[in-house]
DNA sequence: TTCATTTCTGGACACTATGTCTATTTTCAG
DNA sequence: CTGAAAATAGACATAGTGTCCAGAAATGAA
């Protein structure tokens, strides 16, 4: 076989330990750093140091801090859809994939927390509202006779979802989890079924 | 980091003409730059040479860029507790500020969405986020006798109707605000009101 | 085991940004 | 007009970024 050039940052699924290592290092170190301080204030030779790494390793892996990150996200996404896929089979009616993703989040906290709380920052909240607005907007299946009026209400239903969605999970997550991811869910889909009435 | 706190026009309210003019400057500055590009690439230095400010004049007002953008804030939060209070004296049913808060947003679009939008960041999707929840926790009103249950649905029900309010704005101010606010706030007073369907 | 290949490494480099300070000039209010 | 306040350029120390290299170390395969 002729040579192939296997630069660290491709693709390509390793094989070779060291990388997988390198990486690992790299996630956690930055995992255990969000927990402590503001992500902003977490330099790539902070993160480095942490793990053990070289800095000119760091950036033979990930361009810098922001992409180290978004690896985090992908694989909480992946474990996500994996659970999601087997939640489909058992429910049909209103939003079915939201126990499943409480239930993750719970199992996750720390990781979700780190990436998704409050000191996390935008990156992180974006790529889960895209992760989410997908689910959401999956459920609400598009007329064939859709007028231009039933775009917006739909889309609007769908950004109305998803930000519910997000903040509760968020609220949730941040003070702890306490209650169950049933309990929790439950109240999601009563709000969203239900509406609110106030006062 | 920060450290020391100066304010020049401390004493009496910014008399002093040139401090509302350095201040107004940079004000202007950081909006109009984050029109153009996403806020971390934004230097000080930038604002101030948009500004035709000093370098050094920017650190005697402001202890950073996130202070400049968050006194921007400042100034809306305050129009818009304004617009509630002339809104509130004509009481309807439910969330009644809400379309003055649409109507607000509308006509400052251009600093709302710079401040608010998806580039814009965490900063100011946070104090945005304070500002909300003291609105919507005002209109959900705790009964005496309130157990612990009824603790968590009220907190529940609040971050639910905090997120998709918020979500609901982003999305119509990131898409140009095309609907009249009336129309986004009949959308999220339907969608609060009766819940959502799906399918 | 040996060995070619890949990865890791520290240190050097050029670069950009931050925040503080000072001496000087400009602008303001009274 | 005048004293006080504000704005300024430029210098400084510090810190972070991203790239590059040559050598050391670990790895998978033979």
Redesign the interface.
Known sequence: MPKKITKPGDRRTSIDRRVVRTRKSLQDALISLIHKREYDTISVDDICKAADVGRSTFYTHYAGKDELKRSGLEILHKELRERQHLAQKTETR??NFTLALFEHAKERIDHFRALAG?RG??IA??EIQNILTKLVRS???RRPDETQTDA??R???I??????????L??WLENGAK?SPQ??DD??QR?????????
Chains 1, 2 share one sequence.
């Open positions: 209103g939003f409050n920052g935008a909240r974006s459920e609400l299946t917006f209400q889309e609007a239903t950004q109305f979802t998803v930000g519910a969605l997000q903040s509760l968020r609220w209650q309990e929790i109240a999601f709000l969203i079924g239900n509406g609110v009435a106030p006062k």
